[in-house]
């Protein structure tokens, strides 16, 4: 069974800190993972999908890379901001069993 | 271009009584998924509509069902409702199956079941 792993649970850090998010999972057979946000009472928006063939996209100020063979997948957030705060969330679809596995996510504070 | 709605955005039912929401997808879409989002258990997947047809399923009690209609709308039912089945109920769109797409979200249907 597909378990998803997200450390920390909590960060905060200053404006304009670099920062990484860390999604681990135990199941290296995956199709893809995708990296959400979620703001307090809201649903997900989507950030960035990494297909099992690729190992990094890039949006903007956010980069997220994949090492399928380790099981980690990293957020990095270049130059944060306020308006970043929210929980960010990995999903991993996993070959196997055919559907998402989310991770608990990590709720990130940046401070002005 | 439109995207993920669902409905009811609040309800409020007491136990027993059962429950329909609403998910329609993003124009073109034709995979719906279904998620229950608690504190305590996180986001839990409870099953994959694709072509009318169910393809996936999570490990929830046979009181949760749902239908996906030709237009690609979906609806969830919850039958018999427990105290415990106050969350958050999310869906998601995909354009192909969400094994392999990319998995758009609504604002999700908060239940509160007293």
């Known amino acids: 069974k597909q378990e998803v792993t997200q450390i920390p649970a909590a960060l905060s850090v200053p404006e304009g800190e670099n920062l990484v998010l860390n999604c681990s999972f135990t199941d290296s057979a995956i199709y893809n993972l995708q990296w959400f946000r979620q703001d307090p009472g809201k649903g997900l928006t989507s950030l960035l999908l990494i297909q099992s063939s690729q190992r990094e996209q890039t949006s903007g100020r956010l980069n997220a890379s994949l090492d399928k063979s380790s099981g980690r997948s990293t957020l990095y957030i270049a130059a944060s901001q306020p308006g970043d705060s929210a929980t960010y969330l990995c999903a991993v679809i996993d070959t196997n069993a055919g559907k998402s596995t989310f991770g608990d996510g990590t709720t990130l504070t940046v401070k002005p | 271009k439109a995207g993920v709605t669902q409905t009811p955005r609040y309800l409020i039912k007491t136990r027993g009584q059962q429950v329909t929401l609403s998910c329609s997808p993003i124009?073109?879409?034709?995979?719906v998924s279904w998620y229950q989002q608690t504190p305590g258990q996180g986001l839990q997947f409870l099953f994959e509509?694709?072509?009318?047809?169910?393809?996936n399923k999570g490990n929830f009690p046979g009181r949760f069902s749902g239908r996906q209609f030709s237009n690609s709308r979906s609806e969830m039912n919850v039958s018999t409702l427990e105290l415990g089945d106050s969350a958050l109920y999310l869906c998601a769109s995909s354009l192909v199956l969400a094994v392999t797409g990319e998995l758009f979200f609504g604002e999700g249907s908060r239940l509160t079941v007293l």
């Open positions: 124009s073109g879409h034709r995979s």
């Open positions: 509509y694709f072509s009318e047809t169910q393809r």
